[in-house]
């Protein structure tokens, strides 16, 4: 965590060399990840590829912004993948009626900035059908992440850390293809993402433990 405010706090004071630490949580966090079962196998896998993704969006080149995009995009299937075994269709038949009111409203949120950022950059996206699919598939894996029937603090921890991931994409999106440049917005999108991958991780981890 030291090292991820380090990196948002070159955001923060445009200090290139913090911004250089950019992959370095990621691999702290793989470093960290233990990998017995599939479940955690196929969070790691995310992971690599999210570093991938990181080490992409490090250079300025459209080209290098999309192939990060689609590294990240593998990433969010690979989650939602490792999400899915802690899917029962017994147990969602008994999840009780405020959980359905809870993942309502999450999906309109997820939704909301979905169209919110494709209506606003319906012209200024460079490949749109690859951010489209990118969208849906983040989307998807809030979802997936709702639909998890744990009980535990791990539930909790996996379904914000997908929330955040939103946010901060969706964030990120927004202020790139308008061109907007601020070293406020890349630092919230830089804390917002680091948040999320560690609240991911630390439930991943944690349904490891108790399972």
């Given at each position: 965590?030291?090292?991820?405010i380090l990196q948002v706090?070159?955001?923060?004071?445009?200090?290139?060399?913090?911004?250089?630490?950019?992959?370095?949580?990621?691999?702290?966090?793989?470093?960290l990840t233990d990998r017995?079962?599939?479940?955690?196998?196929?969070?790691?896998?995310?992971?690599?590829?999210?570093?991938?993704?990181?080490?992409?969006?490090?250079?300025?080149?459209?080209?290098?912004?999309?192939?990060?995009?689609?590294?990240?995009?593998?990433?969010?299937?690979?989650?939602?993948?490792?999400?899915?075994?802690?899917?029962?269709?017994?147990?969602?038949?008994?999840?009780?009626?405020?959980?359905?009111?809870?993942?309502?409203?999450?999906?309109?949120?997820?939704?909301?900035?979905?169209?919110?950022?494709?209506?606003?950059?319906?012209?200024?996206?460079?490949?749109?059908?690859?951010?489209?699919?990118?969208?849906?598939?983040?989307?998807?894996?809030?979802?997936?992440?709702?639909?998890?029937?744990?009980?535990?603090?791990?539930?909790?921890?996996?379904?914000?850390?997908?929330?955040?991931?939103?946010?901060?994409?969706n964030t990120l999106a927004?202020?790139?293809?308008?061109?907007?440049?601020?070293?406020?917005?890349?630092?919230?999108?830089?804390?917002?993402?680091?948040?999320?991958?560690?609240?991911?991780?630390?439930?991943?981890?944690?349904?490891?433990?108790?399972?």
């Open positions: 965590m030291v090292l991820a706090t070159g955001h923060l004071i445009n200090a290139y060399h913090l911004k250089l630490l950019k992959p370095l949580p990621i691999i702290i966090l793989l470093l017995k079962t599939n479940q955690d196998k196929l969070f790691f896998v995310g992971l690599l590829s999210s570093l991938g993704g990181d080490l992409c969006l490090m250079f300025k080149s459209i080209f290098m912004f999309e192939l990060g995009t689609l590294l990240f995009l593998i990433a969010h299937v690979l989650y939602i993948c490792a999400f899915i075994y802690d899917i029962s269709e017994k147990k969602l038949r008994k999840l009780k009626k405020k959980r359905h009111i809870i993942l309502i409203s999450f999906i309109s949120f997820i939704i909301t900035l979905l169209v919110f950022n494709l209506n606003e950059l319906w012209d200024k996206t460079p490949n749109f059908t690859l951010f489209f699919i990118y969208g849906v598939v983040l989307s998807m894996m809030a979802i997936t992440a709702s639909l998890r029937t744990n009980n535990d603090a791990s539930y909790f921890l996996i379904l914000a850390g997908a929330l955040m991931f939103g946010v901060s994409d927004y202020f790139k293809f308008n061109h907007i440049h601020s070293e406020a917005a890349s630092a919230f999108i830089m804390a917002t993402y680091y948040t999320a991958q560690c609240l991911i991780s630390e439930g991943i981890r944690m349904k490891s433990l108790n399972s």
